[in-house]
């Protein structure tokens, strides 16, 4: 059984930091991400890295956030610094599984808010 079990989010100030963990268990797992939905608004990519290391941003977030993996514990972290309130969402955890290429999974989510 998949198990996807993110922590980290919170309240923080504009200019701040934060930092995500999502682990990941029951499978081999390609590629992890994190996508974002805020309210009213459409789920979006905002990092992923694929078992071997390559990392994709979206470009609201290049330069500010980072996404790592730790592959001997399945856990996939996205350190966020220099938020903005535009970054306030609910973030999602997604794993790829390493031998169904078409079959994702998904963490139930953390809030992240960005205010003063």
């Known amino acids: 059984q998949v198990q996807l079990v993110e922590s980290g989010g919170g309240l923080v100030q504009p200019g701040g930091s934060l930092r995500l963990s999502c682990a990941a268990a029951?499978?081999?797992?390609?590629?992890l991400g994190w996508y974002r939905q805020a309210p009213g608004k459409e789920r979006e990519l905002v990092a992923v890295i694929t078992s071997a290391g390559s990392t994709n941003y979206a470009d609201s977030v290049k330069g500010r956030f980072t996404i790592s993996r730790d592959n001997a514990n399945n856990t996939v972290y996205l350190q966020m610094n220099s938020l903005k309130p535009e970054d306030t969402a609910v973030y999602y955890c997604n794993a790829q599984l390493f031998y169904s290429p078409t079959t994702y999974y998904w963490g139930q989510g953390t809030q992240v808010t960005v205010s003063s």
């Open positions: 029951g499978r081999r797992f390609n590629a």
